[in-house]
């Protein structure tokens, strides 16, 4: 490879303390939370959204500021939630901060970003799964082989010491340091927990997940491990805690053995071979990485990430039977067409997906890389099949339903063509409430602020595309 000539002006250093100084002055925290926090209704434990935490912020966000400058400053306990992997497999343990402490967490983000920019995600898992596609194809199905692979509990298993000892080698300012290691060792409490009982759950070990710093803290503290093996002469690649590895038996054999002992160094392990989660093999055999399935040449999509796709969309289905009546009966501005059409519509988008501020949501955003299209024929007989139990739809499916084959061509062909909703193109209030009305959020005879239509837009829409990386997020499992 031809390398290019060294470059004469090198960009200066960044001064980390100038950098946190500024980062983290009151101004500037009062201005992160006004821009982007302002509206949250997300609430931690002390049970404040956006709007609550505002009556105080200038004046507590001031006082946080002086105590991360003099070392004194804690977080809040993290709210606990549980986020379901699928049966017979444990929960995702999510901590949610205060409203206070996501404006802490979001600038102690920015100032990790700012020091470790290679470290920063470049690339969606889609992207990575397009790259190996390419690289694939020709290769020699039986000289090339495949190691697909995950680490145990990867967040959990992160050792503390070790990573603020990584990030001591460049984070010189002593107060940045203490303030990721108090956001490390701030306790994820379930709710109503009593207040002394929070050092129950304080962690020995481990990077709590759900912040803002969450992935990338993780990303620096596999940096050592993942230049290492870029050099044995296997293409690699890492996504969050999946690997994959691929090129002679030999050296394939060989880049497992040593990325299971570089992770063993950090408290961290590999699936052992022959378990469902290790697949050493011949190109020639199918392989998984990231939720996709590789039967080359077809890439298609896990059987078990499909069923879980296809009981989310059922689960619609049993939410817009049961809870009829009670919905009729609640907002009384609502008919039973109107009704049978907001159910449409969301379900449309569900099989579509959306685009918002320019980011592609959804099961078929992700899965846009498979080849097996008919795989998205058998989706789309699946979901018109739920209809038959539709009395409202005369048991069967609408006109009006929209496709996963041809959501397929337009998010990936067209994002811009209409079919799929982009969420931007909605800019002003009357816009907003426009939607509102269209999916029944509001009722002809309610009188809103351009406030008030701003909020309830932006908590629909987080809703929305919550349940879309729900879709998305199947694939962790």
Same mark, same amino acid.
């Given at each position: 490879?031809?390398?290019?000539?060294?470059?004469?002006?090198?960009?200066?250093?960044?001064?980390?303390?100038?950098?946190?100084?500024?980062?983290?002055?009151?101004?500037?925290?009062?201005?992160?939370?006004?821009?982007?926090?302002?509206?949250?209704?997300?609430?931690?434990?002390?049970?404040?959204?956006? +709007?609550?935490?505002?009556?105080?912020?200038?004046?507590?966000?001031?006082?946080?500021?002086?105590?991360? +400058?003099?070392?004194?400053?804690? +977080?809040?306990?993290?709210?606990?939630?549980?986020?379901?992997?699928?049966?017979?497999?444990?929960?995702?343990?999510?901590?949610?901060?205060?409203?206070?402490?996501?404006?802490?967490?979001?600038?102690?983000?920015? +100032?990790?970003?700012?020091?470790?920019?290679?470290?920063?995600?470049?690339?969606?898992?889609?992207?990575?799964?397009?790259?190996?596609?390419?690289?694939?194809?020709?290769?020699?199905?039986?000289?090339?082989?495949?190691?697909?692979?995950?680490?145990?509990?990867?967040?959990?298993?992160? *050792?503390?010491? *070790? #990573?603020?000892?990584?990030?001591?080698?460049?984070?010189?300012?002593?107060?940045?340091?203490?303030?990721?290691?108090?956001?490390?060792?701030?306790?994820?409490?379930?709710?109503?927990?009593?207040?002394?009982?929070?050092?129950?759950?304080?962690?020995?070990?481990?990077?709590?997940?759900?912040?803002?710093?969450?992935?990338?803290?993780?990303?620096?503290?596999?940096?050592?491990?993942?230049?290492?093996?870029?050099?044995?002469?296997?293409?690699?690649?890492?996504?969050?805690?999946?690997?994959?590895?691929?090129?002679?038996?030999?050296?394939?054999?060989?880049?497992?053995?040593?990325?299971?002992?570089?992770?063993?160094?950090?408290?961290?392990?590999?699936?052992?071979?022959?378990?469902?989660?290790?697949?050493?093999?011949?190109?020639?055999?199918?392989?998984?990485?990231?939720?996709?399935?590789?039967?080359?040449?077809?890439?298609?999509?896990?059987?078990?990430?499909?069923?879980?796709?296809?009981?989310?969309?059922?689960?619609?289905?049993?939410?817009?039977?049961?809870?009829?009546?009670?919905? #009729?009966?609640?907002?009384?501005?609502?008919?039973?067409?109107?009704?049978?059409?907001?159910?449409?519509?969301?379900?449309?988008?569900?099989?579509?997906?959306?685009?918002?501020?320019?980011?592609?949501?959804?099961?078929?955003?992700?899965?846009?890389?498979?080849?097996?299209?008919?795989?998205?024929?058998?989706?789309?007989?699946?979901?018109?099949?739920?209809?038959?139990?539709?009395?409202?739809?005369?048991?069967?499916?609408?006109?009006?339903?929209?496709?996963? *084959?041809?959501?397929?061509?337009?998010?990936?062909?067209?994002?811009?063509?209409?079919?799929?909703?982009?969420?931007?193109?909605?800019?002003?209030?009357?816009?907003?409430?426009?939607? #509102?009305?269209?999916?029944?959020?509001?009722?002809?005879?309610?009188?809103?602020?351009?406030?008030?239509?701003?909020?309830?837009?932006?908590?629909?829409?987080?809703?929305?595309?919550?349940?879309?990386?729900?879709?998305?997020?199947?694939?962790?499992?």
């Amino acid at each position: 490879m031809e390398i290019a000539p060294a470059i004469a002006c090198v960009a200066a250093p960044i001064d980390d303390e100038v950098l946190f100084k500024h980062l983290f002055a009151p101004d500037t925290l009062e201005a992160v939370f006004n821009e982007e926090f302002a509206s949250t209704t997300g609430k931690g434990v002390d049970r404040l959204n956006g +709007f609550q935490y505002a009556l105080n912020a200038k004046k507590d966000l001031g006082v946080a500021s002086a105590k991360i +400058f003099n070392g004194q400053f804690r +977080f809040s306990p993290f709210l606990e939630v549980l986020k379901t992997k699928g049966r017979d497999k444990p929960p995702r343990l999510i901590g949610i901060p205060t409203v206070r402490d996501r404006v802490v967490l979001k600038q102690l983000n920015k +100032f990790l970003a700012a020091l470790y920019p290679e470290r920063v995600p470049k690339n969606v898992a889609s992207t990575y799964v397009r790259e190996i596609a390419v690289d694939l194809i020709g290769r020699s199905p039986t000289e090339t082989w495949i190691c697909s692979t995950d680490i145990k509990t990867f967040y959990d298993s992160i *050792r503390q010491n *070790r #990573l603020l000892k990584v990030l001591a080698k460049r984070v010189k300012y002593k107060s940045a340091i203490k303030l990721i290691g108090h956001a490390l060792s701030t306790p994820t409490v379930p709710k109503n927990t009593h207040r002394s009982r929070h050092k129950e759950f304080s962690p020995k070990d481990g990077v709590p997940q759900g912040l803002a710093i969450s992935n990338l803290l993780a990303s620096i503290y596999m940096q050592d491990v993942d230049e290492a093996m870029t050099k044995l002469g296997v293409s690699y690649y890492r996504y969050v805690d999946d690997v994959l590895m691929y090129g002679p038996e030999p050296i394939v054999q060989t880049a497992f053995r040593s990325l299971r002992s570089r992770l063993t160094l950090r408290g961290l392990s590999l699936h052992p071979k022959g378990s469902s989660k290790t697949h050493i093999a011949p190109l020639s055999k199918p392989f998984g990485y990231l939720g996709y399935i590789f039967r080359l040449p077809i890439i298609s999509v896990r059987d078990s990430t499909v069923e879980r796709f296809l009981q989310s969309i059922a689960a619609k289905f049993s939410d817009y039977i049961h809870n009829k009546s009670r919905r #009729l009966a609640k907002f009384k501005y609502l008919t039973e067409d109107r009704l049978k059409e907001i159910f449409l519509l969301e379900l449309n988008e569900r099989i579509t997906g959306a685009i918002s501020q320019k980011k592609r949501y959804g099961w078929i955003a992700y899965f846009n890389q498979i080849s097996d299209l008919s795989l998205l024929h058998r989706l789309d007989a699946a979901i018109e099949g739920m209809f038959k139990r539709m009395l409202d739809f005369g048991h069967k499916a609408p006109s009006e339903l929209k496709t996963l *084959r041809r959501a397929y061509f337009e998010m990936k062909f067209n994002p811009q063509g209409g079919y799929v909703r982009n969420y931007d193109k909605i800019t002003n209030q009357i816009e907003m409430l426009a939607f #509102l009305s269209e999916r029944g959020r509001v009722d002809p005879a309610e009188t809103l602020t351009d406030a008030e239509i701003k909020d309830r837009y932006e908590k629909y829409l987080r809703h929305i595309l919550a349940a879309m990386h729900s879709d998305e997020g199947v694939i962790y499992g």
